[in-house]
């Protein structure tokens, strides 16, 4: 049995989600040769720390009573640099404009020599390069399947499944809640204030959903996927972005009349990499509804690679950290 002790960073929901999850697949874990200890949870307030393994179910009843976790003072950075373990879990909520307390928690987790698994999106769409010799460097592993598409697998697909075949481009839906926004919009005929409004009330849209509507998330994750799959070393600002706050229910319409839907497609290839609404023939693969995602993978030997799937949600995201852990260490 190997043991791998692990630190968790940020403890909103998807912190959460990867601590139920390992609840959830603990005896799976074992029956592979897996035992990982949490020793460390670290949220906005403080840390719960335990160098023999904190008590998960305790930690997640505590969050939900009280709101947070915390009995010590330690930041990240202070738990990566004092407390003893291989595996830093950073899921720290996203800022694309610094990195957040997620770069300055992953820069340290490799100057310390530990391994990174994360789902925060910002430092690799900031400081992908910089990150990645970072990692090299420690000989750290470094993976972020969870970054692009939730539980919908892209980047691992991409670079294992799919090695050997040269990728053309990956052109998908990566953002659930415009999909869900532009899905409401045609079925009910109705504007796209009104349909925000009820994502919002639905918990599906953020208070502010600037960085979904305006097509900015989606093109983070394609900085992602160029970085990671096609080699390149870009940022944000290299991506054009037009997002769907400009769609009428008329054009919608107008597009379902003759044979067409209207999607928010993030686009990348080693040429250019875009993200507008498009318009998509119905029941072509890239046709999904509510708040799936999609992403096909144009390759060189395979032809089109498709996959669907939710893109967001707590044990969803959780599941494609897992899938990391696994890979890192189910082999060793």
Not at 71 to 99: A, C, M, Q, R, W
Not at 157 to 173: C, D, P, Q, T, Y
Request: with cysteine.
């Amino acid at each position: 049995m190997k043991t791998v002790r692990c630190s968790i960073l940020g403890f909103g929901a998807i912190g959460q989600g990867v601590a139920e999850v390992l609840l959830m697949k603990k005896e799976y874990l074992e029956s592979i040769g897996l035992e990982i200890l949490v020793v460390a949870i670290v949220d906005s307030r403080g840390a719960t720390v335990n160098p023999e393994g904190v008590d998960l179910a305790d930690c997640l009843a505590r969050k939900r009573m009280k709101g947070t976790v915390a009995i010590e003072k330690f930041t990240g950075v202070e738990v990566i640099k004092s407390v003893d373990h291989e595996l830093v879990i950073e899921t720290t909520p996203t800022n694309i404009v610094t990195g957040g307390a997620g770069l300055q928690n992953m820069l340290a987790a490799f100057e310390t020599g530990k391994d990174v698994i994360t789902s925060n999106k910002g430092p690799l769409t900031l400081k992908y390069r910089e990150l990645m010799e970072a990692a090299k460097a420690a000989g750290s592993s470094f993976r972020f399947e969870a970054t692009v598409g939730g539980s919908m697998p892209v980047i691992n697909l991409a670079n294992e499944v799919l090695a050997g075949n040269r990728l053309k481009s990956i052109k998908g839906i990566l953002n659930g809640t415009c999909n869900y926004i532009l899905t409401r919009m045609l079925e009910e005929r109705a504007s796209y204030k009104d349909i925000l409004a009820e994502s919002m009330e639905l918990g599906i849209a953020e208070t502010d959903p600037t960085y979904d509507v305006d097509g900015i998330d989606t093109a983070c994750k394609l900085v992602i996927l160029a970085n990671a799959i096609f080699g390149l070393d870009v940022t944000y600002r290299d991506v054009e972005v037009t997002g769907i706050t400009k769609i009428t229910p008329e054009a919608l319409e107008m597009a379902y009349e003759r044979g067409h839907v209207i999607k928010l497609i993030g686009e990348v290839s080693r040429e250019r990499i875009h993200v507008a609404p498009r318009l998509v023939p119905i029941n072509h693969p890239l046709d999904v509804r509510g708040t799936l995602n999609v992403a096909s993978i144009d390759t060189e030997l395979a032809g089109e690679i498709t996959v669907t799937g939710k893109g967001a949600g707590p044990i969803e995201t959780a599941s494609a950290i897992l899938s990391d852990l696994i890979a890192v260490y189910g082999s060793q």
